[in-house]
């Protein structure tokens, strides 16, 4: 069957990667999870005291990050830098309120974008990110661009936080969300915003099930009716 790629935007805490996740176990796609990148290469940073305003350093740096995915046990995907398991530590709130300054360096970004590129040679895949279907796959054959409202997307995060036995107070993680969707979208390199050509979903008041559901139609009718009109 003709594989395609599946771009899935949206702001932290939306169940991009839930969905992404649960939506490529069933098309039997890989799925990589952008923002773990992102969040791999801040751990560094942060290890090696990188300072953000020299660019000297922040090359040097990035020339000694090497990310990578590998399937656990379990089946889940887990990320890993310089060879290490670091799945655990990203997830941190220690990542979470460093992330988005260094994802907003352009120097980060270009090697992201051309190692997330590869990934998607081959197409079956479901990525999920900030501009997966504005840069890095313009030509993603199905985009999708989630949405909740502040507070849901705050007790979900609070809730995945404590299923990692981290207990963070609600209004910590929505300082964290606010900040980090300011600076994703409006900084100058790759800013988070809707492709033209990508769907809305709102997944406020729709369970994962749901949601998994409508973007697997979807996937299903672009994977079946290339051409056709699209639903
Ligand atoms: O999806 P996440 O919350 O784990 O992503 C962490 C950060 O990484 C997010 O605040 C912005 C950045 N990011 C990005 O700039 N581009 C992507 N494609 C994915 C994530």
Same mark, same amino acid.
């Given at each position: =069957?003709?594989k395609i790629?599946?771009?899935i935007?949206?702001y932290s805490?939306c169940?991009?990667?839930t ?10 796609y *890989? ?17 090696r ?5 020299n660019?000297k ?7 000694e990050v ?5 399937l656990s ?15 655990k ?19 980060v ?6 190692q997330?590129?590869? =990934? ?9 990110? *900030?501009?997966i ?12 661009f989630l ?8 007790f979900? *995060? ?5 299923e990692?036995?981290?207990?963070v107070d609600?209004d910590?993680?929505?300082?964290n ?10 900084r ?6 809707k ?13 994962i099930?749901e949601?998994?559901?409508e973007?697997?139609?979807?996937a299903l ?6 051409r056709?009109?699209?639903?």
């Amino acid at each position: =069957m003709r594989k395609i790629i599946i771009a899935i935007d949206g702001y932290s805490a939306c169940g991009k990667s839930t969905t992404a996740k649960e939506v490529a176990r069933i098309l039997g796609y *890989r799925y990589i999870d952008s923002g773990a990148m992102y969040r791999a290469v801040t751990h560094h940073f942060l290890e090696r005291h990188v300072a953000l305003t020299n660019p000297k350093e922040v090359a040097r740096a990035l020339g000694e990050v090497s990310v990578q995915f590998h399937l656990s046990a379990k089946g889940d995907n887990e990320t890993f830098l310089n060879g290490l398991n670091v799945e655990k530590k990203i997830r941190k709130m220690r990542i979470s309120e460093h992330v988005s300054p260094v994802s907003a360096l352009r120097e980060v970004r270009v090697a992201m974008v051309e190692q997330q590129r590869k =990934m998607g040679k081959e197409k079956g895949i479901v990525m999920d990110g *900030r501009d997966i279907g504005t840069v890095v796959f313009p030509e993603a054959e199905l985009k999708l661009f989630l949405t909740a409202d502040m507070l849901t997307r705050a007790f979900r *995060r609070q809730k995945e936080l404590l299923e990692k036995g981290d207990l963070v107070d609600l209004d910590t993680i929505l300082e964290n969300l606010t900040v980090r969707d300011t600076i994703d979208s409006t900084r100058a390199e790759s800013p988070l915003r809707k492709a033209d050509d990508a769907l809305g979903l709102d997944t406020s008041h729709i369970t994962i099930d749901e949601q998994v559901d409508e973007v697997v139609r979807l996937a299903l009718s672009r994977i079946i009716r290339p051409r056709a009109g699209r639903p």
